[in-house]
C-alpha cells in the first residue's frame, strides 16, 4: 500500500508538472499530426480504400512511435532542473516507485494523443473497419504500454550521455521492435478483417507476454541505472 | 598489473595457428572433399560456413549477457573484478556484432543462389537482423556515454538485448518460415547426410576456436585499456598531491 502511495505520488507530481506547461502533449499531438498528413500526401489513402486500410494500422504506430520519442526525451529532463533528479535518488521511495510513476504519466499523455489523433486519422484515411473494433480497447493500451515502458527506461539510461536525442531512437527502436510487429499485425487484423480471430488473439497475447518481460525487466534494473555514476 | 610472460605470449600464437590450421582442414574437407550437393550444386557449399557462424553468433551473445550478471553484481562489492567482467562483455559483444554480420551475408548469399532473392522479411531472418541491430546500439551506448557510467549503462542494455536471443533461436521452430526447418537436434526429418559431418563438425570447431581466440585477444587489449586508465588516474592523483598546497 505505502508502494503504490508512492508510485501515485510521483504520477500526480508528473500530471501537475505537464498541466503547468502542456509541452509534451502538445508537441506530441502536433508531430503525430504531421506525420498522419505527410504520409496521407505520399500515399493518397483516399482513393485506394483497401491500401488505407491495409496501410494505416502501420502508420497509426509509427506516428505514435515517433511521437512518444519526442516526448520521452523531455520527460526526465525536466527533472534534472535544479537537481530535482539528486534529491529524488536520496528519498526514502523506492526508485521503481519514481519509475512506476513516470511511465503511467507518459502512458496517459500518450492515451490522450491516440484519443484526439483516432478520430482525425478516420477522417484523413476515410477509414471503416471490417474486424471487431473493440479489440482496439485492448490492443492500443497494451501496444503503448510496451512503447512507453521501454521509451521512459531508455530515456532515463541515456540521460548522462553526450548526444542524449540520438541515443533514445538507436536503443528504443530495436528493443521495440518485437512489440511493433505485434501491434500493428493485429491492428491491421482488425481494420481489414483478413486475420482469422485466432491470429489476432496470439498477436495480443504476444504483446502482453512482451509487456509483463519488460516491465519486470524495467522494474528491476531501474535504481541500478538512476544511480550508475 | 600483469605479466606478460612469454609462455602465454607462445600459447596465444599457437591458438592462433591451431585456429587456421583447423580452418584450413575445415576448408579442404568443405571445398573438395564433400560431394556436390544434388539439389544445389556447389551453393550448397556455403552451409559449412553459414550454420557453424549462425550457431556461434547465438552463443556469444549468451557470455556477454552472464559477463553483464557478474559485472552487476561485482560493480559495488568488487569493483576490480567488476572490470573484468566488462572487458568480456564489451568482447563477445563485438565478436557477436562481426559473427551475426557474417551469418546474414552469407544467409543473403544463399538466398539469392537457391531463393532468387536477396532478404525476405520471415520471422528468422527478421529476429537475426533483430539480433544484429540489437547488438549494434549495445556498442553505441558505449561509444556514446561518458566513461563513468559506460559499464553499468551497457550492462543493462545486455539484459535486455538477451531476452531477443532465445526468440530468434526458437522463430524457426514456432513458426512456419521460409528458412529450411532446423537441421540439428530439429523434428523427424533433420539431420545431415554422414558424408556432410565430416566437414561441418571441422567448420564447426574451426570458427569457434577462431571466435575465441578473437575474443580474447580484444579481452586482453580491452584489459591493457584499463590498466592504462588506471595507471593515469593514480599518476594523475600523485600528481596532484605534490602540488604544495
Known sequence: MKYLQHVLDHLRKDLRLEWRSRDSINGMLFFSLLVVVVFGLAFDPTSYPTMARQISGGILWVALLFASITALNQSWTREQRNNVLEAQRMAPSPASALFLGKALANMLFVLLVEAVLAPIFIVFFNLHALGNVWLLALILPLGTWALVVNGTFFAALGLRARNRELLLPLLLLPISLPALLAMVEATTGVLTADLDPIQINTWIKQLLGYDIIFTTVCILLFETVLNAE | ?245
Open chain 2, 1 to 245: 598489473m600483469e605479466q606478460r610472460t612469454p609462455t602465454l605470449r607462445g600459447v596465444a600464437w599457437l591458438w592462433f595457428g591451431i585456429s587456421v590450421a583447423v580452418l584450413a582442414v575445415g576448408f579442404r574437407q568443405a571445398i573438395f572433399l564433400v560431394p556436390t550437393d544434388a539439389a544445389q550444386g556447389n551453393v550448397g557449399r556455403i552451409f559449412y560456413y553459414h550454420v557453424p557462424i549462425a550457431m556461434l553468433s547465438l552463443i556469444f551473445p549468451y557470455i556477454n549477457f552472464v559477463a553483464s550478471l557478474f559485472y552487476l553484481y561485482w560493480r559495488r562489492r568488487e569493483p576490480l573484478k567488476a572490470l573484468t567482467a566488462d572487458a568480456l562483455a564489451l568482447s563477445t559483444a563485438e565478436v557477436t556484432v562481426v559473427y551475426s554480420s557474417i551469418c546474414l551475408l552469407t544467409g543473403m548469399l544463399w538466398g539469392r543462389a537457391t531463393w532468387g532473392i536477396w532478404w525476405t522479411w520471415d520471422p528468422r531472418l527478421t529476429s537475426m537482423l533483430l539480433l544484429w541491430l540489437l547488438y549494434v546500439s549495445y556498442l553505441m551506448l558505449r561509444r556514446f556515454s561518458s566513461t563513468g557510467q559506460t559499464h553499468t549503462l551497457a550492462a543493462v542494455l545486455s539484459v535486455f538485448a538477451a531476452v531477443d536471443v532465445p526468440i530468434v533461436y526458437m522463430s524457426i521452430r514456432w513458426w512456419r518460415t521460409q528458412h529450411p526447418a532446423p537441421v540439428f537436434g530439429g523434428g523427424p526429418d533433420s539431420g545431415v547426410d554422414p558424408s556432410m559431418l565430416p566437414a561441418f563438425y571441422w567448420n564447426l570447431a574451426g570458427w569457434t576456436v577462431w571466435g575465441v581466440c578473437i575474443v580474447l585477444f580484444r579481452f586482453a587489449l580491452e584489459r591493457r585499456r584499463q590498466f592504462a586508465e588506471q595507471e593515469a588516474a593514480l599518476q594523475a592523483i600523485e600528481a596532484s598531491l605534490e602540488i604544495p598546497q
